[in-house]
């Protein structure tokens, strides 16, 4: 892949945008390559946990790649819209957890894809924003949804009405970043998170996570009849018998097997 790297190290897979000169904006070639390599970390097992980051130190993703998109007529731009919204889509019901390292510039395309990831950590350089309607389009991966269910309705209109870029400081404090750090450390301490995630039971992670998305969806009676669907099926695996035994034997180490 031109555009993708991919990097594995024990059950964490870190998924790099590797477009650094058009400072990691996503044309259709990224997009279509992260497709793809979502589809490749899917299918290894062993992967517990996918890290999202972006190539060098100016950028995460400085958005949707604007010269490309500049003479699509309406059809075309929703087929964009489209495709890109599946991929992020795909992101955000991953099997497994995905967390943002937001390195630097995370504009437009690239807010809307950390915000695909259940979580995000930045660098303390990062700057966030919706700058769409200052080129006359509105965000088109998401962000009009994902950005008011993260942050509240009043501040995503604020962010997207003006188009103002945040800063990495106002973005933990609204909530759109989970930590921040120095930029030199903010690989290891995704990696740190990352392994931690993967210590424990795949299946529990997984199925938590899908509860957490799909009682998103609805109100709270249908919420909690997605967590006793979820938290039930852990008593059909043996990580839940081993993680239990584990305690109660006062195990020092756990070493889950993902069944
Ligand atoms: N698309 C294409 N090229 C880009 C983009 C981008 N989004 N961002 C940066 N680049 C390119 C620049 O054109 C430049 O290329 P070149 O060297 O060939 O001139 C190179 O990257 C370096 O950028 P700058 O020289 O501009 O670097 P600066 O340090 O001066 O500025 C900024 C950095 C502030 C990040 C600036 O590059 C910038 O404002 N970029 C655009 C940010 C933006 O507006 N992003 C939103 C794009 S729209 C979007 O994401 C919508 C998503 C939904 C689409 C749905 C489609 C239907």
Redesign the pocket.
């Known amino acids: 892949m031109e555009t993708i790297l991919l990097n594995k190290e024990q059950h964490v897979a870190t998924i790099t945008i590797n477009r650094e ?3 990691n ?3 259709t070639q990224v997009l279509t390559e992260l497709d793809q390599t979502l589809d490749q970390v899917d299918a290894d097992r062993d992967i517990y946990c996918v890290i999202i980051t972006g190539a060098g130190s ?2 995460f993703v ?8 500049k003479d ?1 007529n309406a059809e075309q ?2 087929e ?2 489209a495709f ?1 919204n599946a991929v992020f889509r795909k992101i955000e019901t991953f099997r497994c957890p995905v967390i943002a390292a937001v390195n630097g ?1 995370a ?4 807010c ?1 894809l950390a915000m695909s990831c259940d979580i995000r950590l930045a660098s303390d350089q990062a ?1 966030f ?1 919706q ?2 309607v ?2 006359g ?1 509105t ?3 998401g ?1 009009t949804q994902r950005l008011a269910r993260l942050v509240g309705a009043g501040i995503a209109k604020e962010m997207i009405y003006t188009a103002r ?1 945040m800063k990495a400081d106002r973005a933990y404090a609204i909530g759109l970043v989970n930590a921040l750090y120095p930029s030199e450390e903010l690989m290891a301490a995704a990696l740190k998170m990352a392994n931690g995630i993967a210590k424990n039971a795949p299946i529990a992670v997984a199925n938590a996570k899908r509860a957490i998305n799909d009682g998103l969806q609805g109100n709270m009676d249908e919420g909690i009849a997605i967590e006793v669907k979820e938290f039930g099926a852990c008593f059909d695996t043996e990580d839940q018998t081993y993680g239990m035994t584990c305690f109660l034997e006062k195990a020092k180490e756990k070493n889950f097997a993902n069944k």
């Open positions: 000169r058009a400072l904006a996503l044309s100016k950028a400085a958005g949707a790649d604007i010269a490309e998109m699509k731009a929703a964009y819209g890109g510039f504009l437009g395309g690239g809307e700057v924003g700058p769409e200052g080129l389009i965000p088109g991966f962000g870029n």
